[in-house]
Protein backbone atom coordinates (compact mmCIF):
# COMPACT_ATOMS: atom_id res chain seq x y z
CA UNK A 1 0.00 0.00 0.00
CA UNK A 2 1.61 3.25 -0.86
CA UNK A 3 2.27 5.62 1.91
CA UNK A 4 -0.39 8.68 2.00
CA UNK A 5 1.60 11.76 3.15
CA UNK A 6 0.27 15.08 4.42
CA UNK A 7 2.21 18.45 4.02
CA UNK A 8 3.77 18.56 7.82
CA UNK A 9 6.04 15.19 6.43
CA UNK A 10 6.58 15.62 2.73
CA UNK A 11 10.11 16.56 3.34
CA UNK A 12 10.98 14.36 6.33
CA UNK A 13 9.22 10.88 4.14
CA UNK A 14 10.91 12.29 1.03
CA UNK A 15 14.38 13.35 1.90
CA UNK A 16 16.47 10.81 1.14
CA UNK A 17 17.23 8.02 -1.23
CA UNK A 18 14.93 7.79 -4.72
CA UNK A 19 11.20 8.75 -3.58
CA UNK A 20 8.01 9.29 -6.10
CA UNK A 21 5.17 10.84 -4.81
CA UNK A 22 1.57 11.02 -6.64
CA UNK A 23 -0.44 14.23 -5.93
CA UNK A 24 -4.02 13.38 -6.90
CA UNK A 25 -7.47 14.25 -5.34
CA UNK A 26 -10.38 11.93 -5.28
CA UNK A 27 -12.21 13.45 -7.67
CA UNK A 28 -9.82 13.04 -10.53
CA UNK A 29 -10.59 10.38 -13.04
CA UNK A 30 -6.53 9.94 -14.93
CA UNK A 31 -5.75 10.32 -10.47
CA UNK A 32 -7.82 7.31 -10.49
CA UNK A 33 -6.37 5.44 -13.31
CA UNK A 34 -2.35 6.15 -12.34
CA UNK A 35 -2.72 5.09 -8.46
CA UNK A 36 -2.96 1.57 -9.23
CA UNK A 37 -0.37 1.18 -11.71
CA UNK A 38 1.59 2.90 -8.81
CA UNK A 39 0.35 0.17 -6.65
CA UNK A 40 1.51 -2.73 -8.71
CA UNK A 41 4.49 -1.26 -9.51
CA UNK A 42 5.79 -0.75 -5.61
CA UNK A 43 6.54 -4.27 -4.96
CA UNK A 44 8.39 -4.67 -8.20
CA UNK A 45 10.82 -1.53 -7.48
CA UNK A 46 12.04 -2.02 -3.95
CA UNK A 47 14.48 0.53 -3.90
CA UNK A 48 11.66 3.33 -4.46
CA UNK A 49 9.63 5.12 -1.44
CA UNK A 50 6.59 5.80 -3.29
CA UNK A 51 4.02 8.11 -1.57
CA UNK A 52 1.24 9.82 -2.71
CA UNK A 53 -0.43 13.11 -1.30
CA UNK A 54 -4.41 14.78 -1.55
CA UNK A 55 -3.80 17.61 -2.87
CA UNK A 56 -7.48 19.28 -1.46
CA UNK A 57 -6.09 18.04 1.72
CA UNK A 58 -2.90 19.22 1.65
CA UNK A 59 -2.51 22.64 -0.59
CA UNK A 60 0.56 23.84 0.89
CA UNK A 61 3.35 21.08 -0.90
CA UNK A 62 1.39 21.27 -4.31
CA UNK A 63 1.70 25.06 -4.16
CA UNK A 64 5.24 25.35 -3.47
CA UNK A 65 6.05 22.77 -6.22
CA UNK A 66 3.98 24.76 -8.74
CA UNK A 67 1.89 22.05 -9.63
CA UNK A 68 -1.30 23.30 -11.64
CA UNK A 69 -2.28 19.76 -13.15
CA UNK A 70 -3.31 16.29 -11.54
CA UNK A 71 -1.23 13.67 -11.59
CA UNK A 72 1.25 14.92 -11.35
CA UNK A 73 4.46 12.83 -10.30
CA UNK A 74 7.52 13.92 -8.35
CA UNK A 75 10.53 12.23 -8.55
CA UNK A 76 13.10 13.08 -5.67
CA UNK A 77 16.87 11.63 -5.27
CA UNK A 78 18.31 12.39 -1.70
CA UNK A 79 15.26 15.22 -1.11
CA UNK A 80 16.07 17.32 -4.25
CA UNK A 81 13.47 17.07 -7.48
CA UNK A 82 14.91 14.98 -10.50
CA UNK A 83 12.11 14.52 -12.55
CA UNK A 84 8.33 15.83 -12.83
CA UNK A 85 6.10 13.91 -14.68
CA UNK A 86 2.59 14.97 -15.13
CA UNK A 87 -0.70 13.04 -16.77
CA UNK A 88 -1.03 9.21 -16.62
CA UNK A 89 1.56 6.88 -17.51
CA UNK A 90 1.60 3.21 -17.87
CA UNK A 91 3.77 1.16 -15.19
CA UNK A 92 6.72 0.77 -17.91
CA UNK A 93 7.04 4.55 -18.66
CA UNK A 94 7.20 5.09 -14.85
CA UNK A 95 9.88 1.87 -14.30
CA UNK A 96 11.90 3.26 -17.32
CA UNK A 97 12.29 6.41 -15.96
CA UNK A 98 12.68 5.86 -12.10
CA UNK A 99 15.25 3.11 -13.06
CA UNK A 100 17.76 6.03 -14.48
CA UNK A 101 17.87 6.97 -10.64
CA UNK A 102 18.53 4.07 -9.12
CA UNK A 103 20.97 2.07 -11.50
Same mark, same amino acid.
Given at each position: ? %? *????? /???? &?? &? !???? $?? &????? $?? #??? #?? =? ?6 ? +???? =???? *??? *? =??? /???? /? ?6 ? =???? &?? +? %???? !?? %?????? !? ?5 ? +???? +?? *????
Amino acid at each position: M %V *KAITD /DNFT &TE &T !GTGV $TL &TDFWA $TW #CGP #CR =MQSPVIEK +LEPE =MPDV *KFT *K =MDV /DANP /DTPKEFGI =MAIP &TL +L %VKKD !GE %VVERIT !GYHTGDQ +LSDI +LK *KYTA
